[in-house]
């Protein structure tokens, strides 16, 4: 096997790594709890909005993590910024099986989503991109595609393991499997050969620095903030209606499967009208399809929706990304993309906990899911705003081919 050769299969390894890292470890911050709201309820008394807090004080964790483990990535390397985060992500879920205060599991939940999640979110699309230079763009696309898959198919073992060892096994179970698959990944993880890192032209943004940032993590705040009402709160409202949770869990694998494919089609419109542009469909998609979600009470509604919504409101992170780039000066784009990112994480946690907290207060999920549509308007009119500002407009962007470290 010629050099070559060798460098282009490892390189491939490395996205198959980082997808599985993503889908395991990302799978489990984001959404991984959904499955838990209704079996730790009812084994442990507490409400709704307090077993909500938990995965919103994991987003926080990743939030400040994005920011601040950004810089300890450029000074450690990849691979012991991996191990970093698989062992604090497994050692978070078998602390968790064993709490006996929520105290004690919050404070679990916000150091694995500063010490794993945080660690490892830009870090590893920064690898991923830098061992393709020419075509960075699709092997970010398979690598994020990984986490999509995780966002579904965690909360759906999460369920199967749940309902035949009880919440507390099923934490265990998780945290034992992220140590023994993905620590050998992260062993291997390694950085692109200087040769076959990017080389990226300086290109001067459409908007000024001091209006862009501001306005892009206002709106990735209430974009997210939109889209963690389903991705948080679509099992038990399921489940509500009295099916049983692995059904409630096969209608979100599903759903996230047909993000896989949306997340191809959104980068090619990306390239086709332009990121800005590709943003407010995925958003607009978005926002209806969340105010949707309450109106189906049967398991086929659920599972027909869910397939059309997984595929429309696919593009918006890709999309938002490809914005953030696009809109962010090339000196200094790692840390404002940080501070960016730090904003997404931080309207996933208020989005997850408001739609907790309404249900407690009404026993239902309608107002929660039309409030995250109400902070996906406000995401339109901003990235609406962008569009007024971007003179010349964003479009026909290069594919994406780096998320830089913050």
């Keep these: 096997m010629?050099?070559?050769?060798?460098?282009?299969?490892?390189?491939w390894l490395v996205v198959g790594s980082a997808a599985l890292m993503l889908a395991l470890v990302m799978g489990t911050l984001v959404n991984?709890?959904?499955?838990?709201?209704?079996?730790?309820?009812?084994a442990e008394g507490w409400g709704r909005s307090e077993i909500a807090a938990i995965n919103s004080l994991g987003l926080l964790g990743l939030a400040v993590g994005s920011v601040i483990m950004?810089?300890?990535?450029?000074?450690?390397?990849?691979?012991?910024?991996?191990?970093?985060?698989v062992i604090v992500m497994g050692t978070a879920l078998l602390l968790t099986a064993q709490a006996q205060a929520l105290w004690q599991i919050y404070l679990i939940f916000f150091l694995a989503g500063a010490l794993s999640g945080g660690a490892l979110f830009a870090p590893l699309f920064a690898t991923v991109g830098n061992w393709f230079p020419g075509m960075a763009g699709l092997a970010i696309g398979i690598a994020a595609a990984g986490q999509a898959v995780g966002q579904g198919g965690v909360p759906f073992l999460s369920a199967?393991?749940?309902?035949?060892?009880?919440?507390?096994?099923?934490?265990?179970?998780?945290?034992?499997?992220?140590?023994?698959v993905l620590l050998?990944?992260?062993?291997?993880?390694?950085?692109?050969?200087?040769?076959?890192?990017?080389?990226?032209?300086?290109?001067?943004?459409?908007?000024?620095?001091?209006?862009?940032?501001?306005?892009?993590?206002?709106?990735?705040?209430?974009?997210?903030?939109?889209?963690?009402?389903?991705?948080?709160?679509?099992?038990?409202?399921?489940?509500?209606?009295?099916?049983?949770?692995?059904?409630?869990?096969g209608v979100m694998l599903a759903m996230l499967l047909a993000a896989i494919l949306g997340r191809i089609a959104y980068g090619k419109l990306c390239d086709m009208i332009g990121p800005l542009q590709s943003w407010a469909v995925a958003s607009f998609l978005q926002t209806l399809g969340v105010l949707?979600?309450?109106?189906?009470?049967?398991?086929?509604?659920?599972?027909?929706?869910?397939?059309?919504?997984?595929?429309?409101y696919a593009g918006v992170m890709t999309s938002l990304l490809v914005s953030a780039r696009a809109l962010t000066p090339a000196r200094g784009r790692g840390a404002l993309m940080g501070i960016i990112l730090s904003f997404a994480w931080l309207g996933h946690a208020f989005g997850g906990y408001?739609?907790?907290?309404?249900?407690?207060?009404?026993?239902?999920?309608?107002?929660?899911?039309?409030?995250?549509?109400?902070?996906?308007a406000l995401n339109l009119v901003l990235v609406g705003v962008l569009l007024l500002l971007a003179r010349p407009p964003v479009e026909r962007m290069p594919q994406l081919e780096e998320v830089p470290r913050s």
């Design 160 to 180: 199967f393991l749940i309902e035949h060892m009880g919440w507390r096994g099923a934490m265990t179970a998780l945290g034992i499997t992220i140590l023994a």
């Design 184 to 249: 050998p990944l992260a062993v291997f993880m390694r950085e692109a050969p200087q040769s076959t890192a990017p080389v990226g032209a300086a290109q001067e943004p459409p908007i000024p620095t001091a209006v862009a940032v501001p306005v892009l993590s206002a709106a990735v705040f209430f974009c997210c903030a939109c889209m963690a009402l389903p991705l948080m709160h679509l099992m038990p409202l399921i489940q509500g209606f009295c099916i049983p949770a692995t059904d409630a869990g």
């Design 70 to 85: 950004g810089f300890v990535s450029d000074r450690i390397g990849i691979r012991s910024i991996c191990l970093i985060a």
């Design 354 to 376: 408001q739609g907790a907290v309404t249900f407690d207060w009404t026993g239902s999920y309608a107002n929660g899911f039309m409030i995250g549509s109400a902070a996906g």
């Design 32 to 42: 991984g709890l959904t499955a838990f709201f209704i079996p730790i309820e009812a």
């Design 292 to 312: 949707a979600f309450t109106q189906f009470t049967s398991l086929q509604g659920f599972r027909t929706f869910g397939l059309l919504y997984g595929f429309a």
């Design 2 to 11: 010629t050099a070559l050769t060798l460098e282009r299969s490892r390189r």
